[in-house]
């Protein structure tokens, strides 16, 4: 069968080198210094017009879109919070049957998910996983706000352990909130999708290499997976002006490790010489002031392990539903 012409898109070496055109424009209605909102715009410009953008239900849907009015320069569809990964798959066999027929003369436009990690690890996985299964030729983001935030800041399988939400109070009973450690959302992929041969991690923090791996997602034939750290001042409970602060805080501290996986080989990028305390990036954040000694000693410990071997299995403390930390 003939190949279906792709786009390539090139690599930039520093911030101007990027399009000064933007295809997220101002006027939407994020809170200031949403991350996510941040990720959209640089996401954006990555992939630049000819693309094709998929928002499963979130705060990116919900606060950018009011009626007749979007912030999105660039065609985009809404879609369920379950679905992302179905709608990637039609749009995609769509455009591969047109240009097989000839019936569409482009080549095939940069299609990408924006799904917050509900959307994407959680509620979306199984629509996502069946796009990587079939292997569709579409760039998965998964922009993480480690909460489900547009329906008011409640846990997500992101949600660090000791995080605060809506749905895990610290109290009597649980005093550190939450008790679980988040799941591993590129290995889930990684693990279990053969037809997958990019999968990366970045951060709002750093936006030339976030731009770039966009684009290598997106250069590769097949399905990627990008996941994307995105600090939240609601949620997270910081002054909105430190969102770049608290990004790179995350990346000194161990707390988030940018890499990539390429055909079973890991790269990495930003790795500090010596790692800072946990502690420093938890003290900026209200949702973590309740967690005494002890659980920070614990979160050190998960930290330590997992910097050790960044975005490979470790092993966590697992407990039971009912079982006390
Ligand atoms: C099937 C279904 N269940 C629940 C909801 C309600 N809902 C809308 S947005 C949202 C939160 C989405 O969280 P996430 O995907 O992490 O994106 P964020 O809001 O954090 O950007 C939820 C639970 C829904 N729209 N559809
Ligand atoms: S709640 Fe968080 S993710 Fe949602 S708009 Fe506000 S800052 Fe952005």
Same mark, same amino acid.
């Given at each position: 069968?003939? %190949? *279906?012409?792709?786009? %390539?898109?090139?690599?930039?070496? =520093?911030?101007?080198? #990027?399009?000064?055109?933007?295809?997220?424009?101002?006027?939407?209605?994020?809170?200031?210094?949403?991350?996510?909102?941040?990720? &959209?715009?640089?996401?954006?410009?990555?992939?630049?017009?000819?693309? #094709?953008? *998929?928002?499963?239900?979130?705060?990116?849907?919900?606060?950018?879109?009011?009626?007749?009015?979007?912030?999105?320069?660039?065609?985009? $569809?809404?879609?369920? *919070?379950?679905?992302?990964?179905?709608?990637?798959?039609?749009?995609?066999?769509?455009?591969?049957?047109?240009?097989?027929?000839?019936?569409?003369?482009?080549?095939?436009?940069?299609?990408? /998910?924006?799904?917050?990690?509900?959307?994407?690890?959680?509620?979306?996985?199984?629509?996502?996983?069946?796009?990587?299964?079939?292997?569709?030729?579409?760039?998965?983001?998964?922009?993480?706000?480690?909460?489900?935030?547009?329906?008011?800041?409640?846990?997500?399988?992101?949600?660090?352990?000791?995080?605060?939400?809506?749905? $895990?109070?610290?109290?009597?009973? @649980?005093?550190?909130?939450?008790?679980?450690?988040?799941?591993?959302?590129?290995?889930? /992929? #990684?693990?279990?999708?053969?037809?997958?041969?990019?999968?990366? $991690?970045?951060?709002?923090? &750093?936006?030339?290499?976030? #731009?770039?791996?966009?684009?290598?997602?997106?250069?590769?034939?097949?399905?990627?997976? *990008?996941?994307?750290?995105?600090?939240?001042?609601?949620?997270?409970?910081?002054?909105?002006?430190?969102?770049?602060?608290?990004?790179?805080?995350?990346?000194?501290?161990?707390?988030?490790?940018?890499?990539?996986?390429? =055909?079973?080989? &890991?790269?990495?990028?930003? @790795?500090?010489?010596?790692?800072?305390?946990?502690?420093?990036?938890?003290?900026? %954040?209200?949702?973590?002031?309740?967690? =005494?000694?002890?659980? @920070?000693?614990?979160?050190?410990?998960? @930290?330590?392990?997992?910097?050790?071997?960044?975005?490979?299995?470790?092993?966590?403390?697992?407990?039971?539903?009912?079982? %006390?930390?």
């Amino acid at each position: 069968m003939a %190949q *279906i012409p792709t786009q %390539q898109l090139e690599m930039v070496k =520093n911030l101007r080198g #990027i399009d000064q055109k933007e295809y997220y424009v101002p006027g939407h209605r994020t809170c200031a210094g949403c991350g996510p909102a941040l990720c &959209y715009k640089l996401v954006a410009k990555a992939t630049g017009p000819d693309s #094709i953008f *998929i928002g499963p239900t979130g705060c990116m849907y919900v606060a950018n879109c009011s009626y007749m009015c979007t912030p999105f320069a660039m065609p985009w $569809t809404h879609c369920q *919070i379950t679905n992302g990964g179905a709608v990637a798959s039609g749009i995609e066999a769509a455009y591969n049957v047109l240009i097989r027929k000839g019936k569409y003369k482009g080549k095939l436009p940069s299609i990408v /998910v924006m799904a917050g990690d509900g959307g994407a690890i959680d509620i979306g996985l199984q629509a996502m996983s069946a796009m990587m299964y079939r292997g569709h030729d579409a760039l998965f983001i998964m922009y993480d706000n480690e909460s489900y935030a547009n329906t008011g800041i409640q846990t997500s399988p992101m949600t660090p352990y000791g995080g605060k939400t809506t749905f $895990t109070p610290p109290g009597k009973t @649980i005093p550190e909130g939450k008790k679980l450690f988040p799941k591993d959302a590129p290995q889930l /992929v #990684i693990g279990g999708h053969p037809a997958v041969h990019y999968v990366a $991690t970045a951060s709002v923090g &750093y936006p030339v290499d976030l #731009i770039n791996k966009v684009r290598k997602g997106l250069n590769y034939q097949g399905p990627s997976f *990008i996941h994307i750290h995105c600090p939240c001042p609601k949620g997270w409970l910081y002054d909105c002006k430190d969102t770049i602060k608290v990004a790179k805080q995350a990346v000194e501290t161990g707390m988030w490790t940018n890499y990539e996986w390429e =055909n079973g080989e &890991y790269t990495y990028q930003h @790795i500090p010489k010596a790692y800072k305390p946990v502690k420093e990036y938890l003290k900026g %954040q209200e949702r973590f002031n309740h967690l =005494n000694e002890e659980h @920070i000693a614990k979160m050190q410990a998960f @930290i330590t392990a997992k910097t050790k071997a960044p975005g490979k299995p470790v092993e966590v403390p697992v407990l039971g539903p009912r079982e %006390q930390a």
